[in-house]
C-alpha cells in the first residue's frame, strides 16, 4: 500500500474500506489525507483522536450499498473480499482517483486461512474489474509471498483517468 499511496491526488480524501486497527488510515493521514476509516467494528480503530480520520460503522455486506453516492480520490483495501460489492468500488473513484487493493487469492488455501472462496481472489480478478471501468493499471501481482506467514496474495494500483503530474521522481523516464 505504501508504494502506492503517492499516486492519490492531494489534497484528498481517502476511503479505507474495512479498516480494522485503521493501520492504512494512520499512515494517509501521516501524508495529509483525509479518511473515511469503514468497518462494521470499530473497536480496534479504538479512539480516534486524529481529526484527518472520520470513523464510520457500516455493515458493507448488506444488500444495499451504504457508501452509495460517495466519491474518492483513492480507496485502500486490503485483506478483505466480499464480492457481491466489488463493482461498487471503482464507481466511487473521483477522475483521477487510485484504487489500491490487495488481499488473499486461490491457491492461499494450500497454506491455512482464508481458505473459503468468496474470500479468495480468482485469478486476474483485479485486472477484470480494473478492465470493466476502464481503470488504468500501474502495477498488478498475483504471487506466493513467504512473509508475514505463507500466502497467495493478489494485488493492484489502479488509476481512473490518468496520472498526469503525479508520477513519482524515480518512475519518470
Ligand atoms: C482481516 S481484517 C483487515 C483489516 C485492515 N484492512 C488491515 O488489513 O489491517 C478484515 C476487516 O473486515 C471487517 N469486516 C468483515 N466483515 C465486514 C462487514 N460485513 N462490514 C464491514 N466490515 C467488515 C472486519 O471487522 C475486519 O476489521
Not at 493521514?29 to 473497536?43: E, F, H, K, P, T
Not at 466511487?92 to 488481499?103: D, F, K, Q, R, S
Not at 488504468?136 to 508475514?148: R, T
Request: charged share 20%; aromatic share 10%.
Amino acid at each position: 500500500m505504501r508504494r502506492f499511496a503517492r499516486f492519490i491526488p492531494k489534497p484528498g480524501v481517502v476511503l479505507d474500506l474495512a479498516c480494522g486497527s485503521g493501520r492504512h488510515s494512520r499512515y494517509l493521514a501521516s501524508l495529509d489525507y483525509s479518511i473515511l476509516a469503514v468497518d462494521q467494528d470499530l473497536s480496534l480503530l479504538g479512539a480516534c483522536t486524529d481529526g484527518q480520520i472520520t470513523p464510520q460503522q457500516f455493515d458493507l455486506e448488506l444488500d444495499s450499498w451504504p457508501l452509495a453516492g460517495g466519491l474518492f480520490d483513492g480507496i485502500v483495501v486490503t485483506n478483505y473480499l466480499y464480492r457481491p460489492h466489488l463493482d461498487q468500488l471503482p464507481m466511487m473513484l473521483n477522475e483521477g482517483g487510485v484504487l489500491i487493493y490487495e488481499t488473499f487469492a486461490q491457491g492461499n488455501e494450500k497454506f491455512g486461512k482464508p481458505s473459503n472462496p468468496n474470500f479468495l481472489l480468482k485469478t486476474g480478478e483485479l485486472l477484470a474489474l480494473a478492465s470493466r471501468h476502464e481503470l488504468k493499471v500501474l502495477a498488478y501481482e498475483d504471487i506466493y509471498l513467504d512473509h508475514p506467514k505463507p500466502a497467495m496474495m493478489q494485488r493492484i494500483c489502479a488509476v481512473k483517468g490518468n496520472l498526469k503530474g503525479r508520477i513519482p521522481l524515480q518512475f519518470q523516464g
